[in-house]
Structures are given as structure tokens and as C-alpha cells.
């Protein structure tokens, strides 16, 4: 391969220096003051022979005029190694014509003139040339007249004119070899960009700097890469993939060697005037003025993560139901064979295994893949909609949770499939509460690479036969839009799926208006951000008086050819007059991250893998580590690199924030199978928590006292605190599955104390808080309260007296 790439890049050369010398940017050096000479070529040494053997010097002042003036009786003089001149009439047997490019090293005495290089010859001759380039002489005979007074430079790297706070670097070896396997050589920088014609290093670093890099090297004069200055000195690539063919998963045997300027000499394929890198060699540019910082907090501010409880089951779908208790169900076949894919755990019996969980039945149909909320009704019942395959495709499960902490509750799963079921077969579907209170359920598709379900419908099922929506959006991104992430908006319902958003009119579902593309990875624009490229979304916070329009965020996903995991995430203001994207780097690649909105506003982004796409089998490399994502701090300052876990969590898993304030990671069914095959990650049953760094500052949590737990909108609520001068947060009740929270929002209500005496302002309106369940926490500065549920603009569909069919318990209005 570089044998190849040697030639044609000589190639190129001799082609360069066959251009009329016009249409090149040479540097031309004024010639020696003691008489006249040309440069002549590159040469080799002779066959065991010097190929100039009149005379030598060697000292470390070697300059072109010093070795001119040794040679002073002689036709050529020809400088090596940077520091020895020789003499001759005439070139020894074997001493062949080599390219310019290989004179590379510069004189001891003078660093800007080329004084050969290890069995190279920079080598002149007498008399003023004219006519023939070096190039077309034969280099044995030494009979053609060369053109140049000094070796040129050739047009040189892009040094000027670069985008702002950019530098050249230097010229710097690509592919090293890596340490655990010999036969891989790994890229000094991790992201290619595809091949161009128009390749230049303000293109490159304008596409690097984009997207967060501060680093950009070109190669081969039409190769564009973008990494970080770190990546020269370590791999920054995971060296724990489970693939080993992927280069990424190795690290470099050494770090990259760096060369004269003259070694990247390939005309860029965008301007021949200036050259990109060459073969295994980079021109690379470094931005030193990068805004990109993340924060590295140790200690108990980087939060930790701990066992929770060793598990049952490995759960597809968590939520903590409004008694505390948290709900978990799995994919049939996934955990052992006496499972009933359904568990509630009692969190204030964690020390207790038994007491702990309790195994449920009532499950009828596979909740693989549904979608998970908790309902606005009175009782705060859970919903799973969809499934795989036949009749569980169409699946409605419905589960009131009761019991309280340290009771067993009895309720069990409800479902009937016969005669409440979706309209159409839904796998990978999302669900929401509208405005309006009604549940809205969108996409899916039918099975397994079986046909996209590119419509949406309404539960409770309105009257009128087939009241699907037909969405031909979802059918033109098929297969990448599943689970996609829904979220209401004052203006009508926003979607965000695949690489495309937009807002729909909440009544006719019409598109009022369309969102520009998310941008992707750095090389790759279709990169995406829903199943089964899965990355994460959120609804960012909304804060009193709530006239500002609501933020979301994508963090990760991944490209569907190469399967790179993405690396930053992407934040836009829907309802704003012109939405951009802002993309922000991430410390890591994430492939299936779960994102969890905390009681002080920030974002835990957790679990996934480095590499890959969501799937049975289809990542590796885990991202073991939590990143905290701070909307109030400036773009790119807003990550900080937390506390690491020991626990792989790849496919099927979850991230929820608990009352207590911390959040409970679960799941990763990388295989669907318990009995999973060897040598892969396993079926994963314990059940983690991860404190953020606001549990374990050491400050004294407020706690709160409310009696009124059922709230209008626009009223204001009277509440006792411990301390005064508080702030209120409201989480909506999550349904976490694939990257999903479903329902989840963060709102910061006004609230004014007197002493200890609170008062709420509730929100508006259900178009800025939508009807349901609440984690209202108190904050103390960044410190959480112990939350407690609450449930705002009641259940204006009537979900509480639906579905009226036999063996469902319906709490009522
Ligand atoms: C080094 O060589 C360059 C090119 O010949 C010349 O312009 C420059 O003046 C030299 N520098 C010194 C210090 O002699
Ligand atoms: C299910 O079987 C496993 C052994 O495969 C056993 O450890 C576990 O206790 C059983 N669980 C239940 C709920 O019976
Ligand atoms: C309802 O309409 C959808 C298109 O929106 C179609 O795919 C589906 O087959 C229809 N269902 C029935 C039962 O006719
Ligand atoms: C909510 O809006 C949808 C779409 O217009 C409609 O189908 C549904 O019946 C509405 N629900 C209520 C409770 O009005
Ligand atoms: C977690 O791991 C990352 C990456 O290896 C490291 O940079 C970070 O310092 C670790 N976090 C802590 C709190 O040690």
C-alpha cells in the first residue's frame, strides 16, 4: 500500500516540478556570494562508493555557500546529513537521481537551506543553468542544465490567511503501528473526512473547528482529518472494543514522529499552491485559541457511582411510580426462564433482597420495544404501548401502582389484548401526554426489517374507524427514526428523529414547521440521533415566567456506515424566528447514552458504548463514564467528566432520576438473551446509582412539607421549608427506554418565602407544563431536597376512566 502511494506521490512530484515554474510559489534564494552554481538535484549515494569522491568537509556550520566555497575546484558539490559537504567533476557508479523532496534535511548552519538527508545529496553544480527542470535530467549523467539556484522549497504548508487562532504545527508521520497487533496501523487522528478535490487546510480546519476539535491534518494532499492535539500523544481511542478489527480499539506502539516540512509535499487537491500532507504524512494545523474546555472535578465532585442492589431482571423500560416504588419490565426471554418480566423494587428496602422486589404477572404480551409513561390520571398508573411480535405488536398494559415503602403493593399488570390494543402494530414507537391531555403515540415499525409504521394515533382510541395519522417524513427516513423523541411545545408537538426536526400542529398533525438537518459526526451528516443510530434527547429547562421558548438537546448517536459513535451533542430553540444548531463536543463518543435531567437543572449523560449502533451485537467499546452537562454555563464549557462505573451498559438500558435525588442506572442486554453467548458483555442485572456531586458536598439538605399535591394551573401553593430563600425545581415522571425519557421536563416555577413559609406559582399552562405527574424538589443552592410527587393540570382526557373492559380497576376523574 504506502509502496503504492510512494510512487504515485513521486509521481506527483515530477509533475509539480514539470509545471512551468510561473505557476508555482518557489522561494528563490539569492545564489552564493562566491560564484556562481545551480542547483542540480537530489541524489543517492553510488554503489558502495561516494558519488562525489574529490573532496569532503564536515562541520555543524554546513551551509550551501560554505560547502560552494570548500568545493571552490570542482564541477559538484553535494551536502548530506545536514552537516558534511563532498566534491566531485563527476557522480560515482549507482548514484541515481532521487526525488527533491528527500533533500529534506536542513543545513547545520542555516535551517532554511536543504542540505540533503541520510544517503542524500543536495548537489549543485558550477555556472548559471537554463532551460531543462531538474527533474528530466537522467541523474547519472549530470549533462542537463537545471533551472534553480537553490534546492526549491517547493509551495510549502498553508502558514497565513488560516482561520482565526489557528496554527501550523508541523509535518508529522500517520499511521502508526499499534502496540497489540502489528499488522494494524492506527490514524493519528480519529476522524476522516472523506476524500475531495477541493481539499484545503482552511476547508479542513473549518469542518475540525465545527465541530469542536482543535486539531486538523491533511494527507495525501486530498485527505482531511480532525482530532485533538491529545490524540498526537495518546490514543484517544477505546482500546476495549470487542471488535478486533476496529483500528480504533488499539493503541499507538509510539507516538508519531515528526518531520521536516519538506516530507508533506503533496499539492493540495484544493490549491496546488500550497501542499497537504503526503503519503503517511501530515500537514496538521493546531487550534490554540479553542473554546472547548471541559472540566475534569475530582473528588466528591465528580459523584460516584455505587451498587444500588443486585437485580431480578434486566429491564427494557424503569419508572418510579408516584409511590416511590420503581416499576421494571423486560423483554420476554431475556432474563432467566422463571422471570415474569416484571418487578416492582421498594428502594426503602434495599438492604432486604426479598422484601425488596416483587415479581408481577400480568404481562400478556412482550413490552420488546414499547413505550413507557406515566398517565395524568389520579392514580398515577403506567402505560406500555407497543411490542414484538404478532399480538404484542399492538400491546396496551396498564399498572396502578400502590403499596407505600416497606408494603407490598398487589396490583399486577393489566392488559387485554383481545379487545384494547393500538390500531396499528407498533415496534420502537414513543409516547407522550398531550396538551390536551390525550396520549399520543407515534412511529414504530412492524418487525424486524419489515416496514416502517410512518403514522401516529391517538388513546384513547377516537371514534371514526382508522384515525391513524399518515406521516410521510417517518417513511422517507425509515429505517432510522424509531423511538422517535416527541415533546410538546407552546406552539404544537416538536419531533426530533433521525437527522431531521420539526413541529406539528396539535390538532391536524400537519408539519407548520420544519427545523434545519441536526449536523451528524464531524464526518459524517447523516450520522442520527434516534434508534437505531440512538443517541438521547431532552427538553431543556423552562423557567419562570415561562415566556422564553424551551431548548432541547441530542447528545450522541451514531453513523450508519462505519457505525462511529458521535461524539458531541446539539441544542436548538425550536420556536425561535431562525433555529440553528449549536453543537457542542462531548469528553467521549456515546452510542446509546441515556440522559437524565437532575433536580438542579444539569443533565447526566450516562452509559452506551464507544463504537457501534443500538442492536443485539452491534456496539462494543462501553463508556463507563458520567458526564455532567450544565446549561447555565457558556457553550462548550458545559461538560464536566465525572465518576466512572465498572459496569458495561450497552443495549437496553436506562438512566432515571430518583425522589432521593440520585439517578438509578440499569439495564444492558447486549445479546437478548440470557444464556448469551461467550467472550461478550453480559446480560446485566445489578442495579446501580449515581450520586451527583450535589448528595455529597457535605451541605445539609433542605426537606419541605406540602399538602397540597394536586395543582392547577396558574394558582399559587403554600409550602413549609426547612431553610428559606428557596428555589423549586419540577422533574416530569420519566419512562426511560433506548435513550428515551418519555415525559421528561424541567421546570423552575417563581417561589417567594416568608421565613420558611413558601409560596409556588404553579405554571401556566398545560402547553408549558402538559397535564401529569411531578418530582417537586426544594433546592438549597445546587442541594435537592428529598422530592415529592405532584401532579399538575389534572387529567383533562379522562384517562382515569379508560379503558371501561373488564378486569381493569380504573381510578376515575
Ligand atoms: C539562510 O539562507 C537563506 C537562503 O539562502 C538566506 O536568505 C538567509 O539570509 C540565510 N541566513 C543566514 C543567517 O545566513
Ligand atoms: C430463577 O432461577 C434462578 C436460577 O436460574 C434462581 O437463582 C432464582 O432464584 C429463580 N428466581 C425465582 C423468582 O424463582
Ligand atoms: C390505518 O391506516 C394506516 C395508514 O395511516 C394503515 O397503514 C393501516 O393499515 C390502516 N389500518 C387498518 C386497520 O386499516
Ligand atoms: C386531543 O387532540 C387530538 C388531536 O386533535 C384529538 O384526537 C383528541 O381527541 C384530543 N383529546 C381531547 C381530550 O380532546
Ligand atoms: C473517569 O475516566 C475518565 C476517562 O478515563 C477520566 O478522564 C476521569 O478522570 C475519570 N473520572 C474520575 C472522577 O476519576
Known sequence: MSGKFAAALRAVLLITWAIPSSALVVERQTPAKSGAYTFYGCQTEATNARALSGKSTAYDTMTVESCASDCAAYTYFGLEYGRECYCGNSFGTGSVS????????????????????????????????????????????????????????????????????????????????????????????????????????????????????????????????????????????????????????????APPATYDDSQCNAACSGNANYYCGSGNRLTYYTWTTSPVKFNFPTGSAAGSYSL??????????????????????????????????????????????????????????????AAGLTLPDKAGRQITVGGWSGQSNYGIRLYWPDGSAGVKGQNQWTEDPTNLQLQVPRWYPSAMIMANGSILVVGGEIGQNAAEQPNLEILPRPAGGNTTVYLDFLQRTAPFNLYPFIMVVPSGIFILYYNEARILDEKTFATIKTLPNLPGAVNDPTGGRTYQLQGSMVALPQYAPFTDPIGVLACGGSTSGASYSIDNCVSTVPEAANPAWTIERMPSRRVMPCMAGLPDGTYLIANGGQHGVAGFGLAGAPNYNAVLYDPTKPVNQRMSVMANTTVARLYHSEAIVLLDGRVMISGSDPTGDYNQPANSFPEEYRVEVFSPPYLLSGLARPTFTITNKDWKYGSAITFT?????????????????????????????????????????????????????????????????????????????????????????????
Open 98 to 253: 532521487a526525488p527533491v523532496s528527500d533533500c529534506s534535511f536542513g543545513c547545520g548552519g542555516n535551517s532554511t537551506e536543504k542540505c540533503g538527508a541520510g544517503n542524500r545529496l543536495s548537489v549543485y553544480s558550477k555556472g548559471a543553468g537554463s532551460g531543462t527542470s531538474s527533474s528530466t535530467k537522467s541523474g547519472t549523467t549530470g549533462t542537463s542544465a537545471p533551472t534553480s539556484t537553490t534546492q526549491p522549497s517547493g509551495p510549502g504548508p498553508q502558514k497565513t490567511g488560516l482561520p482565526a487562532g489557528w496554527v501550523y504545527s508541523g509535518c508529522m508521520q500517520d499511521n502508526i503501528p499499534s502496540k497489540e497487533n502489528a499488522n494494524t496501523q492506527i490514524s493519528v487522528f480519529p476522524y476522516k473526512l472523506a476524500d475531495s478535490t477541493t481539499n484545503t487546510a482552511t476547508s479542513c480546519i473549518t469542518q475540525c473547528q465545527k465541530f469542536g476539535f482543535n486539531a486538523a491534518g491533511l494527507e495525501y494532499g486530498s485527505q482531511c482529518f480532525c482530532g485533538d492535539v491529545q490524540n498526537i500523544k495518546v490514543a484517544s481511542a477505546p482500546t476495549t472494543s470487542t471488535n478486533p478489527n476496529d483500528p480504533q480499539a488499539f493503541t499507538y506502539s
Open 308 to 369: 444500588l442492589i443486585g437485580g431480578v431482571v434486566v429491564p427494557l423500560i424503569t419508572n418510579q411510580a408516584i409511590t416511590g416504588k420503581v416499576t421494571f419490565v423486560e423483554k420476554s426471554g431475556t432474563g432467566e426462564p422463571n422471570g415474569t418480566g416484571a418487578y416492582e423494587l421498594d428502594l426503602s428496602q434495599i438492604n432486604n433482597f426479598q422484601n425488596a422486589w416483587r415479581q408481577m404477572t400480568g404481562l400478556k404480551t412482550d413490552v420488546f420495544c
Open 721 to 813: 421549608s426547612s431553610v428559606t430563600g428557596v428555589k423549586v425545581s419540577l422533574l416530569g415522571s420519566v419512562g426511560s427506554t433506548h435513550g428515551n425519557s418519555m415525559g421528561q421536563r424541567t421546570l423552575f416555577p417563581a417561589v417567594t418565602c416568608s421565613g420558611t413559609s413558601c409560596t409556588v406559582t404553579t405554571p401556566p399552562n398545560a402547553h408549558v407544563c402538559p397535564p401529569g405527574w411531578y418530582m417537586m424538589f426544594v433546592l438549597n443552592g445546587p442541594t435537592p431536597s428529598v422530592g415529592q410527587f405532584v401532579r399538575i393540570g389534572g387529567d383533562p382526557a379522562g384517562l382515569g376512566n379508560w379503558p371501561k373492559l373488564t378486569g381493569f380497576a380504573l381510578p376515575g376523574v
